[in-house]
């Protein structure tokens, strides 16, 4: 079994900066591509970043090319978002998940391309 737990989150002025982070269980983390969704109340689940096995490729939604960074330690089977210049637009949970068999493309951005999801973590910013 794998999981995610999902921290950082938190009230934020529109403008200002949060990062969050992902802790992983298992051996294997490595071997997932991760990535970080979103939802806002009313709405679906969607994309914001994904980043390769190794680190080396990200992918982005528009919205938040320029502001948001996503960056893994496989050392400490660890994944971030940093976020900066938020907008009250990024209200939302924020949700991490791991996939077994992603590749560099358009399935980093599917929700049913991921095996495991953490719980998710509150991102509220204020105008």
């Known amino acids: 079994q794998v999981q995610l737990v999902e921290s950082g989150g938190g009230l934020v002025q529109a403008g200002g900066s949060l990062r969050l982070s992902c802790a992983v269980s298992g051996r294997t983390f490595s071997s997932y591509a991760m990535g970080w969704f979103r939802q806002a109340p009313g709405k679906e689940r969607q994309f914001v970043a994904a980043?390769?096995?190794?680190?080396?490729?990200?992918h982005y939604t528009d919205s938040v090319k320029g502001r948001f960074t996503i960056s893994r330690d496989n050392a400490r089977n660890m994944v971030y978002l940093q976020m900066n210049s938020l907008k009250p637009e990024d209200t939302a949970v924020y949700y991490c998940?791991?996939?077994?068999?992603?590749?560099?493309?358009?399935?980093?951005?599917?929700?049913?391309?991921?095996?495991?999801w953490g719980q998710g973590t509150q991102v509220t910013v204020s105008s």
């Open positions: 998940a791991a996939g077994r068999t992603i590749n560099y493309g358009y399935s980093v951005k599917v929700v049913d391309e991921y095996d495991y």
């Open positions: 980043t390769s096995r190794t680190g080396l490729s990200t």
